[in-house]
Each structure stands twice: as C-alpha cells, then as structure tokens.
C-alpha cells in the first residue's frame, strides 16, 4: 500500500491522491463521485430541517412561573370538594356483634340452670329397655311454694310443697314427629299389692319415682327424663310473654278455678291461663276436656317461644328464662343439653293426643285405658313411628 502523504494538515482539494474523495477538475458535475452537499437555503423550502424549540417556562410551586407573582385578577386554583362522611362498619365489630349475642343466649340459660331443683325420679324394679326417641314426662303439680303473696291470695291457696298432680303427659321425640299424649289424673293403674288406684295418688305417695314407674307400666313406654311444672311455671311465664291465646269452645265459668271468660278466641294472662287448664267443672267431659285445654296452654307457650323476639328482646329472654328456672324440677340424671333439647321440643309442632280410653266399669267417675285402641297409640311411641290418626283424638274417646 502506498504511503500516505505525511503532514500536519487536512488533504488539500487536487491532490491527485484525494480525487476519489474530493473529485477532479477534470470530471464533470454529472459524475457519482462524492461531493460537498449546499448548505440548505430559502431556495429549497421541501428539504427536511429542524423545526425551532417552543419554549417552555419553568413553573414554580403554586402554578405560577418562576419569577411572577399572581394578581388579583388571576383565576383562583379550584377548591377540592369536599367529601361527605359516611359512617363505615369495621369488618371486626360484626363479628364481634354476634359473638355477644351467642354469649348472651348460652350464657343466661345456664345461669339459670343452676337455680333450677332436681330430684330423683329413677324408679325401682323391672322398667322397659331403651327405646328410639326421647320420652319425658311432664308433670303438673299444685306446687304453691312458687307463687308470690299476690298470687297465692288470688288463687286462695296456702303454700304447700305439691302433693297433687292434674296433669301427666308423655312428649315423644324422634323421627316419628312430636307427639304429646295426655294421660288423665282419674285413670286407673293396677297397684303391686293388688287392686288399683288413680294414677296421680302415685305422685302424692311416692313421688317422681312412684310416678315414672306408675306410667311406664301402663303404656310401656320408656321414661327418658322427668320435667315438673308449679302453678309459678304457668303464671310467670306466659306473664313473660306478655300473654297467651287461648280459644275456649263456650263461655266458661267456674268459681273454683276462679275462671270466667267468654268464648272465642282471646289473650289473656298468666293467671287466666292457669285457671283456663285447671278448670273441670264446667264441661260435660270433666277431666278429659282438661287435659286438651292443658295441652292448648302448653301448645300456646311453645307458640310463643320460638318467635324471634323471644331472642331478639334481652328481657323478655331473662325474664322468661327467670321465670321457668323459678317453678321446674328437672330430674338428676338431665343436663343442659337435655333441657335445651326438651325446650325445642316443647316449641315444635306436635300431635297432640289423649291416652284411648273408656269409663271404668266399676266407676263411671274413673277411667282406664282402652284395651282394643291404646296399645296403637303406646307402640307407635315405643317403636317411634307415625301414630294412627284412630288412636289420637283429643279427648281420648272413639271418633264418632
């Protein structure tokens, strides 16, 4: 390669070496060689070329530029607008809500649990083995101890531990349904000494014990748990309840019971009711519409348990559960649970029965149970299935 031309300088215009770069003198202007570019002038207005800077003025804090201050006439910045308030519910209060309520209804109930009197009602002897269900019996005792000055006055009743029952009920739970069945207080059972004797005398002798065993001999129906009611249970908690409606068939009145009331359907309280289910002179079946007007009061009260302001109401809830703690003996082997399932059952629907029965033919003032119908009726709760509408009539007698 041939040396290049030494010096200090650029390449001069005609140097014989440089023509490929610069051209010759000798080439003409219609030649490709490479050649200095015009500078662009106003003459060639289509050529691309650089667009001048817009320039843009710094701006400050405030909006203003730098250096200028903002006048009176300048528009003022928008206001923000303002943001109404609006109450917002933590996601941790809700729950905390509910918690409180579930405290409250499991809590009161077992307070009052350990006001609530047990006795022993476990009978002696051969007893019926298990059966499906829940069978408990509902005794209604003349239990006075319960009641205030006021109400004992009322009711013209001294204060007595309970020495009577008029009422006896089987309440059965399974997968059969509900079914409350009524045994009257005139019945006769078959005594261990021979002869026989009312059933309730049982409950006057021996007590819950005697009493249990009296009623699963008759029905052979197995005896899960015992629950007794005082006069106090009926007055003060349909009084908890702010009432009860009742619907008797024909006006009533009956000094004894201090009842008079008039037909139809109407709310009373808590000391009318009582007198409502005690009332057995003035029907021509005597014990055996009672028993169905029992049954209506009960029915009434679980009616009125289960509707929500029972729990809704924290009153209304301690007061009902002050006043069933106040009058109920429960026997030793139940426990909360037990209670709570009874309650639920009590507040279901539930067939309601009187045991199938006929006059006694040694006393037309007695009765026994029918020999031909209740064995229906006993099985059907011993074996928990559907009762037969025939063996469940509210009186207990034969539909006509």
């Known amino acids: 390669m041939a040396d290049r ?20 003198q000798s080439q003409s202007p219609s030649s490709d060689v490479t050649r200095q570019v015009p500078a662009q002038g106003a003459d060639r207005p289509d050529e691309t070329r650089v667009m001048p800077v817009a320039r843009r003025e710094a701006r400050g804090s405030g909006g203003q530029p730098p ?23 933590r996601l941790g209060l809700i729950p905390l809500l509910l918690l409180l309520i ?64 008029d009422t006896i009920i089987v309440l059965h739970t399974g997968s ?13 059972v078959e005594v261990p000494d021979g002869g026989t004797q009312m059933i ?3 409950f006057a002798s021996g007590g819950a014990p005697l009493l249990v065993q009296r009623v699963e001999a008759l029905t052979g129906i197995h005896i899960d748990h015992y629950v007794e009611l005082g ?18 068939k024909q006006d009533m009145k009956d000094p004894l019971a201090r009842l008079d009331i008039k037909k139809g359907c109407q709310e009373v309280d808590g000391l009318t009711a009582l007198a409502y289910s005690r009332s057995r002179h003035v029907t021509a079946l005597s014990d055996l519409d009672r028993v169905a007007r029992q049954r209506e009061v009960i ?18 809830y301690w007061k009902l559960n002050k006043a069933a703690s106040g009058a109920i003996r429960v026997d030793e082997e139940m426990n909360p649970l037990d209670l709570g399932r009874f309650a639920l059952a009590m507040t279901g629907d539930s067939q309601t029965c009187t045991m199938p029965n006929l006059s006694a033919p040694s006393d037309p003032n007695r009765i026994i149970a029918d020999p031909d119908r209740a064995p229906a009726l006993f099985n ?14 509210p009186t207990g007698r034969a539909r006509s």
């Open 102 to 165: 579930v405290v409250w209804l499991v809590a009161v109930p077992l307070y009052f649990w350990t006001k609530i009197d047990k006795v022993d009602a476990q009978p002696s002897g051969d007893r019926p083995g298990d059966q499906p269900g829940t069978n408990y019996l509902i005794v209604g005792s003349d239990k006075a101890d319960d009641l205030t000055d006021e109400q004992r006055e009322v009711l013209d009743t001294p204060e007595r531990g309970g020495t009577n029952t």
């Open 380 to 393: 059907a709760i011993i074996e928990d299935t559907t009762v037969p509408k025939a063996a469940c009539t």
């Open 231 to 248: 006069f106090g249970s009926v007055i003060n908690t349909v009084d908890a309840f702010g009432g009860v409606e009742i619907c008797p």
């Open 176 to 188: 059969g349904g509900r079914t409350m069945m009524s045994i009257p207080r005139d019945t006769l």
């Open 200 to 202: 309730n005398a049982a």
């Open 5 to 24: 031309p030494q010096g200090s300088g650029m390449p001069e215009k005609g140097t014989p070496e440089y023509d490929w770069l610069y051209g010759s």
């Open 299 to 316: 029915s009434a009260l679980g009616s009125e348990a289960k509707t929500p302001w029972t729990f809704v109401n924290p009153v209304r």
């Open 67 to 89: 250096g200028r201050t903002r006048t009176a006439a300048s528009a003022p910045p928008p206001k923000p607008k303002k943001r109404r308030w609006r109450p917002r519910l």
